[in-house]
């Protein structure tokens, strides 16, 4: 993949989408979330007609604070998964990464600031100043290599308006698969903590 990736999403959309694009500001996938699933599912297409699936995310449970879920290639293939750290994500969001074929975790994602989140889910709920909010506070969460602590990319909030905008860099090396597992980690933890600011 082209890094930076771009990812925006429509507030006041009734099914989440996000829409990706790469450096040279070409669309690379489109993700969309179903409606009315008790076990959490998500499309990740390759382009907005949805006729080109690339993969999968599904939940390993119905509606679970600490569900995992599972990334599936349109051909079958397990592409790795993520979850939720538990308890320790009520207040810190803190998730693991797992590849597709162990069951250590191999990367973790970090909130930066917690405080970013409260401001930025305390001021949008305000009448008038909450149409700001989105300018105000920028949320960000670090994946690092848990065998090493090297951070490998960053998931950004960037400044928009009735639009949530994100930016995902990478700093450190990743193999193509690393690259893919990561990148969908960050889709479901968008889709996951967007109401959380």
């Known amino acids: 993949m082209n890094f930076p990736l771009s990812l925006r999403f429509k507030l006041l959309a009734l099914s989440p989408q996000i829409y990706v694009t790469d450096a040279a500001d070409q669309p690379v996938l489109y993700v969309k979330q179903k ?13 907005t007609a949805r006729t080109q699936l690339f993969c999968t ?14 990334f599936t290639a349109a051909d079958g293939t397990n592409l790795g998964s993520v979850g939720r750290k538990g308890m320790r994500s009520l207040w810190r969001a803190h998730y693991e990464i797992f590849s597709p074929t162990d069951n250590v975790a191999d990367f973790e994602i970090r909130e930066e600031n917690p405080w970013a989140k409260v ?11 909450g149409m700001f909010a989105g300018f105000l506070f920028h949320p960000r969460y670090l994946i690092t290599r848990k065998a090493t602590g090297q951070p490998v990319f960053r998931l950004t909030k960037q400044s928009a308006f009735w639009e949530g905008k994100f930016i995902i860099e990478k700093f450190g090396d990743a193999t193509e698969q690393e690259e893919i597992a990561l990148t969908l980690s960050l889709f479901m933890l968008i889709l ?4 959380r600011g």
């Open 35 to 47: 409606l009315f699933k008790l076990r959490e599912k998500i499309e990740v297409f390759h382009d």
């Open 57 to 70: 995310i599904q939940a390993n449970k119905v509606i679970d604070w600490s569900a995992r879920y599972f």
């Open 119 to 129: 401001g930025d889910s305390f001021f949008g709920e305000l009448p008038i100043i």
């Open 192 to 195: 996951l903590e967007k109401n």
